[in-house]
């Protein structure tokens, strides 16, 4: 059984990134704007890392922080101006957002030609229709990276999908589904409302959770030999940890890991290619306006 490092590999993209932004003028490199909305603990801890992530390979990385009170046009208008302003290549506005905010309506106000977390109808139209020039959602893309840096071919496979959510899910099948060699699979997507899901999950070449619950896949869900790949973050309760609990994956990794010939952990599998292939996507976007 293997487990597949997502920090590592994670690591290779970033170095690869870095050494490419090094060789351009310090005045003339990618630059990402982030946008968070409130003080959602999570959004604090995954907008830093980024901005830390882009300063690594030096890109420009820059922060704004929105009133939880912000409203949805003011925060159009904040989006509006990113969009017209020509020094910021890529935008990126964390979720989740506050309840009187519409997630679906922000992600399409922000221009296609910056939307490197590829939430953008533009962006998943292109993705429908395998146009390289749209940008495909950072975790999904970042699946298929660790499929193809681990050398896991899909052609040919049963992928199943568990989730069906525009960040994950929808856009995962659809990767897995384009022509190449780490695509052309035969693609199952499962939910909350299948039938008899363990048989379904059962019958993966590889399988792809993101179903949002805690260790949620059981060993029999999976069948032996199997490549599991684990997108869910979720925290539990543990006593043992100082700060009261502890992160877990949608698998019950300690059930499910021995079946598997290759398996993403949680913490460390999935999570840190979400923030490379946001790099990597900036970086597309600075190339495409010719810079």
């Known amino acids: 059984m293997t487990v ?11 170095e690869e990134l870095r050494s490419e932004v090094s060789a351009m003028p310090e005045n003339a490199r990618p630059c990402i704007h982030l946008v968070r909305v409130g003080e959602d603990p999570a959004s604090v801890s995954y907008v830093k890392k980024k901005q830390e992530t882009a ?10 922080v929105l ?3 912000t409203t949805q046009a003011e925060l159009f208008a904040f989006i509006d101006a990113l969009n017209a302003d020509s020094s910021v ?3 990126l506005v964390q979720a989740p957002l506050p309840k009187h905010m519409n997630e679906r309506d922000t992600f399409n106000r922000i221009s296609p030609l910056k939307d490197v977390d590829g939430l953008n109808a533009a962006s998943v139209g292109k993705l429908v229709q395998d146009d390289e020039s749209g940008f495909a959602s950072c ?3 970042g699946i298929v990276e660790l499929l193809r840096r681990t050398g896991v071919r899909t052609a040919g496979k049963h992928v199943v999908v568990l989730g069906r959510s525009l960040l994950v899910g929808k856009p995962a099948a659809l990767l897995m589904l384009q022509k ?3 695509a052309d699979a035969t693609v199952t997507v499962c939910h909350s409302r299948t039938k008899d899901l363990p048989s379904k999950t059962a019958q993966a070449d590889i399988l792809i959770a993101a179903i949002g619950r805690a260790r949620f896949v059981s060993a029999d869900m ?8 684990d997108v869910g973050i979720n925290r539990i309760a543990d006593a043992s940890r100082k700060s009261g609990q502890r992160l877990v994956g949608d698998v019950d990794y300690d059930a499910v890991a021995p079946l598997c010939e290759a398996i993403t952990p949680v913490p460390g599998g999935v999570g840190p290619m979400t923030v490379a ?3 990597k996507n900036t970086l597309k976007a600075f190339k495409m306006r010719g810079c």
Do not use: C, R
């Not at 597949?4 to 970033?14: E, F, R, S, T, V």
């Not at 300063?55 to 704004?64: D, N, Q, R, S």
């Not at 999976?222 to 790949?229: F, H, L």
């Open 180 to 182: 190449g060699p780490f």
């Open 67 to 69: 009133p939880e009170a």
């Open 277 to 279: 292939m946001l790099m």
């Open 89 to 91: 290549h890529g935008i």
């Open 55 to 64: 300063a690594k390979i030096g890109m420009t990385g820059i922060v704004t």
């Open 222 to 229: 999976v069948k032996p030999g199997a490549v599991v790949i």
């Open 139 to 141: 975790t999904p893309s």
């Open 4 to 14: 597949i490092d997502g920090n590592a590999i994670a690591g290779q993209l970033i």
